[in-house]
């Protein structure tokens, strides 16, 4: 558990997150009373002299041990940044996360993480489906520098992934666990507590397996990996932390332990975000809940709507399991609310679908999701198109499979669009 600093209390009673997106981590007085933390658009920061310049890349670079109460100075925008720094210490109070690191995009930051851990001749063990870009970077790039990859269905059984893991030679290589835990873009919940027993049971020669969860789809509002035995988790920081559709980013929230890679070699990729990334993402904080509150109730709105449609044929909603579902004590167990993601298959095939999103007026024909507008795209030939056919059958993304990101509009004028939109199908 992170320990909190002095401003994140009330008479010895702990903050909540929401109230500490307001000001943790920055005092006014530092920067001529400003309210808001300014943007330092700096590349390089002065010394008070050679002395702490010497103890600033000292304790960067890891030359000694850090003294208690020391701090890593300022020193180029590269290593850190107040930004960054702020940015990073309020991302960690979500997931109640030890450290983190802000990147440029999701995917630098899931680049930078598993090419901070994985080395030629090693194993990734990762959850399909993946989002589309996470996908190809297995599958397609790590595999170029002797990386071996081995995959298995979000939603099956766990005794399914332990077959598929014990049974596979590459359990002797295996050094992570990645998972993308609710599926992109089937909302197929992965077991977090299970894969990190997983990777203490099968760790080779008692090596330390980590365990990353991309949590994008529920966000730091609803699911926690940290809690349940993840190592690592990761974020588009694009869709619901920022959520206004106008930044590209990723974080990387864990231990410090667990971060002290990730960030050396952030460090020398230099894939870190830049100060307006930064600053930008401080004032989307500000609103995260209650937009994803928002969010929430409408997605919950929406997937009644189309549940009852009859040219719906099946959704995909986490606020609709049921007790007789086999995912649904996971669900309880691992997630506190369903999220504002819906997928959902229309009657026909990719013309029908085609049909259905050319016809939209309310909701925008795009793709990313977790903005404060509404988002509709069609995975299969989309964001998922790297896929083959053949896996896209198999991991439940069909032609006529639609993926809609709920926002913060009326929830009678989306169901509204909806409507005239089925209509025209």
Not at 10 to 35: D, F, R, T, V
Not at 119 to 124: E, F, M, N, S, Y
Not at 177 to 196: G, H, K
Not at 258 to 269: E, G, I, N, Q, S
Request: proline share 6%; glycine share 8%.
């Amino acid at each position: 558990m992170t320990e909190r600093k002095p401003e994140g209390y009330i008479n010895a009673q702990p903050l909540h997150p929401e109230s500490l997106m307001m000001g943790y981590g920055y005092k006014p007085e530092w920067s001529e009373g400003a309210i808001k933390c300014p943007i330092f658009q700096t590349s390089t920061f002065v010394f008070k002299t050679a002395e702490e310049g010497k103890a600033f890349f000292e304790l960067a670079y890891g030359l000694r041990e850090q003294q208690p109460g020391e701090q890593v100075g300022l020193i180029y925008s590269r290593l850190n940044n107040p930004d960054l720094e702020i940015l990073e210490d309020r991302l960690c109070l979500w997931d109640d996360a030890e450290a983190g690191a802000v990147f440029e995009s999701g995917m630098a930051a899931i680049a930078t993480t598993v090419l901070a851990y994985l080395r030629p001749g090693d194993a990734l063990f990762f959850s399909e489906p993946l989002y589309g870009g996470t996908d190809y970077l297995f599958r397609h790039v790590l595999t170029q520098f002797g990386i071996q990859t081995l995959s298995f269905r979000a939603g099956a059984p766990n005794e399914e992934v332990e077959q598929v893991l014990a049974s596979s030679p590459l359990r002797e290589r295996l050094a992570m666990i990645y998972i993308e835990t609710p599926a992109n873009p089937t909302n197929a919940l992965v077991d977090i507590a299970f894969c990190a027993h997983l990777a203490k049971k099968y760790a080779p020669n008692g090596r330390k397996v980590p365990v990353a969860v991309d949590n994008t789809f529920l966000g730091p509002l609803w699911q926690h990996p940290l809690k349940h035995g993840a190592d690592l988790v990761l974020y588009s920081a694009t869709k619901y932390i920022g959520g206004h559709s106008d930044v590209i980013a990723g974080a990387c929230l864990g231990t410090k332990d667990a971060l002290a890679p990730v960030k050396t070699l952030r460090t020398f990729m230099g894939t870190m975000a830049g100060p307006w990334t930064g600053w930008l993402l401080l004032r989307s904080l500000e609103t995260l809940k209650l937009r994803m509150t928002a969010q929430m109730k409408n997605a919950r709105y929406v997937a009644d709507f189309l549940a009852d449609h009859p040219k719906v044929l099946k959704v995909n909603y986490l606020g609709h399991l049921r007790e007789e579902h086999p995912q649904f004590e996971l669900y309880r167990r691992q997630c506190l609310a369903p999220g504002g993601m819906i997928s959902f298959e229309i009657a026909g095939g990719e013309a029908e679908a085609f049909r259905f999103l050319n016809a939209l007026k309310l909701i925008k024909l795009a793709v990313s999701l977790g903005s404060t507008e509404s988002l509709a795209e069609h995975p299969a030939t989309m964001t998922h198109s790297d896929m083959s056919k053949e896996d896209q059958r198999a991991f439940g993304i069909t032609e006529n499979l639609i993926r809609l990101s709920v926002g913060v509009e009326h929830p009678e004028d989306l169901v509204l669009d909806l409507k005239q939109a089925l209509d025209a199908v």
